[in-house]
Every structure is written in structure tokens, then in C-alpha cells.
């Protein structure tokens, strides 16, 4: 079955360190992935788009890799800051020819601690 | 103008009434989304308008129905409701026909007594 899973429901850690979040997916070859951020009541917020043929992606203090062979995304934040504590979610296009649509992750709940 | 406006932020809505919400982009995005979300679940895609044209989850019930009277307007009309429909709505929108992210707007808080 298809499915898409993210390494953990919640992950804590210390400021300053870098926060490592893990989207893996099952039976689907995505022609790209995204990540999203979303805070508590609000709607998500679009961060980093990473296609197929590239192996890595950086914003700022964010950087997204891409592995078609393992089949797995991971979602680094440098430097990490309280603020940065939010609901992280991949999600993918479930078929190459849909860019229109995305399937999302569970999402990851990061917390910060100063 | 880069955002997305959702009305109204929360309804209250009993079993038998008829209400709308509302969506407008003003981005020149020609695709544009509803989603419903639960607590502490991610996002389920409702709808689609790409180019006008509708793409169906086919999961979604009837009481549920959507309308694009234009490329900048999304309309979700809902009638007959269930308590288990409450959740947040959210739409977003986006460029439609290349990969890039979808801009969401801030939902609408719906609960169903």
C-alpha cells in the first residue's frame, strides 16, 4: 500500500542544535516533494520544493535532501530558536503527471528548547 | 498580494442548515484547493480547481459541493452536515500546472452541533 511516514509524532531538542525531521514514503515515485510548516490553528506555510533530480536544497538556516533510491526525505534546521517550534509536514505528488495535487505527511511536531 | 483570505474564521452550523465559505487569491494562481483538517492530522485534499476544471476526491460526501465562479474566487457550500465534519477548512492556492508550493490561507474553524 502506499503511504508516507515521518520519523516521529514529536522531537525536542536543545536551541542551537540542528533539528533533523525524516519523511519516508512507500510505492510512490514522486517527480518532487515539498515541506510545509504549520503552526497551532493556522494554515500551512510552504517552505522548500526539492525535485527528483536534485540532491539538495537550502534556504537560509533550512536544507532539504532527496534520496529517490532510499526513498526518503530529510529536513535539516541549522541553529535551531525556540521560534522555530511549529508542526513540520512533507508532502509529495502522488503521480508525475498531477502537479496539482499533493499527498501529506503526518507531519513532525518540533519544540526548541532555550 | 501574496495571500490567501478565508470567511468566515469560525461557523457554528446546525445539522439541517446551508452555509458557505468563501476563498479569494489575488496571485494569478490558476489552481486553487480545499482541504479539511482534524486535530493533529495533516491536511485532506477535498478539491481541486485547476484551469476551471474540478478534480474530486471521491471520498468526499455530496452535503459537501464546491464552486470557482472565477480564477480568483472558491467557493465550498455545505448542507446537511454531521457532527463529524467539524474540522478546519482550509483553501490554498498555487501557480497550477508546474511544481511549487501551495499558499494556504488561515481556514475556517468550522463545528457542526
Known amino acids: 500500500s502506499q503511504k508516507i511516514e515521518q520519523n516521529s509524532e514529536a522531537l525536542n531538542i536543545q536551541e542551537g542544535k540542528t533539528a533533523t525531521l525524516t519523511c519516508n514514503y512507500t510505492?510512490?515515485?514522486?517527480?518532487?516533494l515539498q515541506w510545509y510548516r504549520q503552526d497551532p490553528g493556522r494554515g500551512p506555510v510552504f517552505l522548500l520544493l526539492?525535485?527528483?533530480?536534485?540532491k539538495e536544497k537550502r534556504k537560509e538556516r533550512l536544507k532539504v535532501t532527496f534520496d529517490t533510491t532510499l526513498k526518503q526525505s530529510l529536513f535539516h534546521i541549522t541553529a535551531s530558536q525556540p521560534a522555530d517550534s511549529a508542526t513540520y509536514l512533507c508532502?509529495?505528488?502522488?503521480?508525475?503527471?498531477?502537479?496539482?495535487?499533493?499527498?501529506f505527511g503526518p507531519g513532525t511536531s518540533l519544540s526548541v528548547i532555550p | 498580494d501574496t495571500e490567501v483570505t478565508q470567511t468566515p474564521k469560525h461557523l457554528v452550523m446546525g445539522m439541517t442548515n446551508k452555509k458557505s465559505l468563501k476563498c479569494e487569491q489575488h496571485?494569478?494562481?490558476?489552481?486553487m484547493y480545499w482541504y479539511k483538517q482534524k486535530a493533529k492530522k495533516p491536511p485532506e485534499l477535498m478539491f481541486v480547481?485547476?484551469?476551471?476544471?474540478?478534480?474530486i476526491n471521491e471520498s468526499v460526501p455530496s452535503r459537501f459541493s464546491p464552486e470557482c465562479p472565477n480564477s480568483s474566487l472558491l467557493n465550498l457550500h455545505l448542507h446537511a452536515l454531521q457532527p463529524e465534519d467539524s474540522a478546519l477548512y482550509l483553501c490554498a492556492s498555487s501557480q497550477g500546472r508546474q511544481a511549487t508550493g501551495q499558499f494556504f490561507g488561515p481556514g475556517t474553524r468550522l463545528t457542526v452541533l
Open positions: 480547481y485547476s484551469y476551471e476544471k474540478l478534480s
Open positions: 496571485m494569478g494562481h490558476r489552481a
Open positions: 526539492i525535485r527528483e533530480n536534485e
Open positions: 510505492n510512490y515515485s514522486p517527480a518532487y
Open positions: 508532502a509529495l505528488d502522488p503521480r508525475k503527471t498531477s502537479y496539482d495535487k499533493v499527498i
